[in-house]
């Protein structure tokens, strides 16, 4: 009974979170007279779904744009986090306690807060309508990297980068020979984090980008929704081809760097 | 001469100036700004009128605030606690699964990679009161399950039941702390005679008591500026004034809808304002609260 508990526990369980991923490839291979019946089977099998929603929207380009926009974030925070997150864990100087405290205060900023002004700030600067606001306020660092690759920092071996110091390395040298090679699974944590949040996040898109040929896959998707999945003409297939369209790249990431993403989160509370 | 510390200050600000201009150009700068033009009235169009304290005025009798507040307080009560119970469960359950854990860990942490307009699309359909597969799972129980996307009254414990999908999230954390806690405190209650019941609500709960407190503060805070999913399923294009409309219209979609929708920046402003505030009492309050309850490790209570 002890061992059974736990197995059938954990079936129901696989059962219940997979459920939604299989039935959501097995609704877009399906024709619309059968989009609702729930089963796995894509019976009858209509892979033109995918053609379809292609020919309908502009995905390739939603693709191409999500791409551009995950990559450009997850770069610049990792740089500019590794950047920061070094300064706060290899130099001493007043203030820098106090300041790497507002650097945690921000963490539990709402963003709600900044969310219109930020916005006024990017139109008066000509970009209000631009991808650029997507990913740039990533070039100045972002907290919660900052938090996490200081700690990765501090874990260095003291007497390597010592060694080095008295080698005549300079600040610069000491971050990109030494300190950046050591840290590469946390540079990786970031990457993989902030690629994540960019290629998933609605907000922002909704705000920013007003042009179609800009979306990314989620204001695409939102679209697609919009148009496809409501009233007696709805096309669910549609919609559903679009949704595993716009979440396979992420689950594939996922399968690839799964450790990072623990890794991350894991940090997320070693306050 | 500069001597060896000053160099070391320097070079230490130098490697903090990104931080240090993304901090007043996007967080500082912003919220001055912010709290300026809660003052005005301001379309973008015309320059901002100064009107004193009229917008917070007008938020306080505001229906729609007061609905919006409603219902993201409402969701907030019930999303927090459900989402700690069942990511114990599930991490309960992984620790247990041994070998195969590796399996496990993977089909419930990957629903939290699916973006969450593509899971808000899935779930119109899993949460449809006729056709959907949770009522056809409830049906096999023999419940009715209710209209979880149209009737007004079931659409926020949708909201939650959605959520719990992304359960894994947090659970990952609570696994990573389960398995902190030293084994010689089972080992000690087992020799008392404690049954696994006990053995969990006096040593597991205890034990990270710590991770439960810091995952229902972040929850919390999130919660409270709940979004993309209410906005994907019930607003933009869709249903825009209908009853549905006003069961999930949460505190930051009515912002938004101000700011991006009536180009009202001024007064979304001080709607901004007014949760900032709500989300630090409700923080101050959760902060008093584990004073009482939470047990840290090296302190004796």
Do not use: C
């Not at chain 1, 740089?79 to 106090?98: I, K, Q, T, W, Y």
Request: hydrophobic residues 55%.
């Amino acid at each position: 009974m002890k061992r059974v508990v736990p197995v059938v526990g954990l079936l129901v369980v696989a059962a219940l979170f997979g459920y939604p991923f299989a039935w959501l490839v097995s609704a877009s291979l399906k024709d619309r007279a059968h989009v609702f019946d729930n089963s796995l089977l894509p019976v009858p099998f209509s892979p033109g779904n995918y053609a379809e929603v292609w020919r309908a929207v502009p995905l390739t380009t939603w693709i191409a744009n999500s791409v551009a926009v995950g990559l450009a974030a997850a770069v610049a925070a990792t740089v500019a986090s590794a950047v920061v997150a070094f300064g706060f864990a290899a130099f001493r100087f007043p203030g820098r306690n106090a300041l790497f405290g507002v650097v945690l205060a921000t963490m539990m900023l709402p963003g709600a807060v900044t969310m219109v002004p930020v916005y006024l700030e990017w139109h008066a600067l000509g970009l209000g309508t631009t991808q650029i606001p997507l990913w740039a306020q990533n070039l100045f660092g972002s907290a919660f990297y900052i938090f996490l690759l200081r700690q990765f920092f501090l874990g260095l071996p003291p007497d390597v980068l010592d060694a080095a110091r008295v080698d005549g390395a300079g600040p610069w040298r000491l971050f990109t020979r030494m300190a950046l090679p050591l840290a590469r699974p946390g540079l990786i944590v970031v990457f993989v984090f902030e690629l994540k949040a960019a290629w998933t996040d609605l907000v922002k898109p909704l705000i920013y980008l007003r042009e179609p040929e800009l979306y990314t896959l989620p204001r695409g998707l939102k679209t697609v929704l919009d148009r496809y999945g409501e009233g007696g003409e709805a096309q669910w297939e549609l919609v559903l081809a679009a949704s595993a369209v716009a979440t396979a790249p992420m689950v594939l990431v996922f399968l690839v760097a799964q450790r990072y993403f623990v890794r991350g989160a894991v940090t997320q509370h070693l306050e | 001469m500069v001597t060896a510390s000053r160099r070391e200050a320097r070079a230490g600000w130098l490697f903090l100036l990104p931080w240090v201009v993304g901090f007043l150009a996007f967080t500082a700068g912003p919220m001055l700004f912010s709290l300026w033009l809660s003052t005005t009235r301001y379309d973008m169009l015309k320059p901002p009128e100064h009107i004193g304290l009229d917008n917070y005025r007008e938020a306080l009798t505001d229906d729609r605030v007061a609905t919006a507040l409603w219902n993201t307080l409402f969701f907030t009560a019930l999303h927090v606690p459900a989402q700690v119970v069942v990511a114990l469960g599930l991490a309960a359950l992984l620790r247990r699964a041994g070998r195969a854990a590796g399996f496990f860990r993977t089909v419930v942490y990957l629903p939290v990679m699916t973006p969450p307009v593509a899971l808000a699309a899935m779930f119109l359909l899993l949460l449809n009161g006729q056709n959907g597969a949770i009522n056809a799972l409830l049906g096999w129980f023999g419940f009715t399950g209710p209209n979880w996307t149209t009737d007004p009254v079931w659409i926020k414990p949708g909201l939650v039941l959605m959520s719990l999908w992304t359960a894994g999230s947090t659970a990952v954390l609570y696994l990573a702390a389960l398995t902190r806690v030293p084994a010689e405190r089972y080992e000690a209650a087992r020799l008392d005679g404690a049954s696994p019941w006990r053995q969990f609500w006096h040593v597991t709960l205890p034990g990270i008591s710590g991770t439960i407190y810091f995952t229902a503060v972040v929850n919390t805070i999130a919660s409270l500026q709940v979004f993309t999913e209410a906005y994907t399923m019930f607003f933009g294009a869709r249903g825009k004034e209908s009853a549905e409309g006003d069961a999930a219209l949460f505190y930051v979609i009515h912002l938004f809808r101000e700011a991006f929708e009536s180009l009202r920046m001024g007064y979304a402003s001080a709607l901004a304002w007014g949760l900032f505030v709500v989300i630090a009492v409700v923080t101050a309050v959760q902060v008093r609260l584990s004073r009482r309850y939470v047990h840290y490790e090296g302190e004796r209570s």
